[in-house]
């Protein structure tokens, strides 16, 4: 495939995962704009049409994929570096941020996958009030729902996707919540944080506000609101657009005491916010 109008330089691109109408969609319309250079740890296979240069993870692990981009970087003189897949989110970042390249920052991409420096950094300013505790095992889990009093919710510190994320009403299957959060894995982890959040229950209505953020400006592409599988897990079975409503002001808040500098001022967000997910380290204009 040859790009119809090239803006930037040699693009690498960290993962592209199986072939699906979303990815070959957002692949290709990254190649309309730049030379992309696919880095992975498969040999490619549907994304040839649309790389000129291909790089192998040969290991698994966070130092080999380092190894990897900074050589890739390097050698195709990159202009940027991206990535959609969460794994890949803070090693990519991390690069971006060694090479000079455009990017949120590592500081606000640790912060987005890390949930217990979330919760930190937004407590810290009264902004998305859910109590939480980080706790290591089954009995600090018991301890920590006590205190902040049933339902809670248990989830893994550093994955995405709902992964081990459960809720729990009686006392009694606290151990067994935190169990199920503690073994949750993904294949091929690049960045992990130990231990588990035991987190206040909110019910009603869950949103996501997916954001653009270039040059310090947010934004919102689209809300949605999310469609959830049987409890007690939280498992996202669907999504359904709605009105952007409070959704910009909520992304300007959030991203603001993340840690990605803004160029307008935030405002009071929602009361509770569940989550602040990157689902890439690129910012290339």
Known sequence: MTPRRLALGPL?????????????????????????????IHEPAWPKPFIRSFHLITE????PMLAT??????????????????????????????????GSGLAAAIACKDKWETRQRLASRALGAVRASL???????????????????????????????????????????????AAASVPDPVFSAPGVLVEECVDGAEFSVDSVICQGQVTPVFVARKLLGPRPFFEEVGHFDTA??????????????????????????????????????????
């Open 12 to 40: 690498v691109l960290v993962g592209v995962g199986r072939r699906s109408p979303f990815r070959e969609y957002a692949v290709a319309a990254m190649a309309e704009r730049a030379g992309l250079v696919l880095m992975d």
């Open 60 to 63: 698994p692990g966070p130092e």
């Open 69 to 102: 981009g900074r050589a890739a970087i390097s050698a195709e003189r990159a202009a940027g570096i991206a990535t959609y897949d969460d794994r890949y989110t803070v090693p990519v970042a991390r690069l971006a941020a060694e090479a000079g390249l455009p």
């Open 135 to 181: 706790v290591t095992s089954a009995a600090e889990a018991v301890a920590a729902a006590r205190d902040i009093g049933l339902p809670v919710v248990l989830k893994p510190r550093a994955l995405a996707a709902s992964k081990g994320v459960v809720r729990v009403d009686d006392s009694d299957d606290v151990a067994r919540g935190f169990a199920i959060a």
């Open 244 to 285: 952007m409503g409070r959704g910009h002001t909520c992304a300007m808040q959030v991203c603001h005491f993340i840690g990605v500098a803004l160029t307008a001022a935030p405002r009071p967000a929602p009361r509770f916010l569940r989550q602040m997910q990157a689902s890439t380290s690129l910012r290339t204009a």
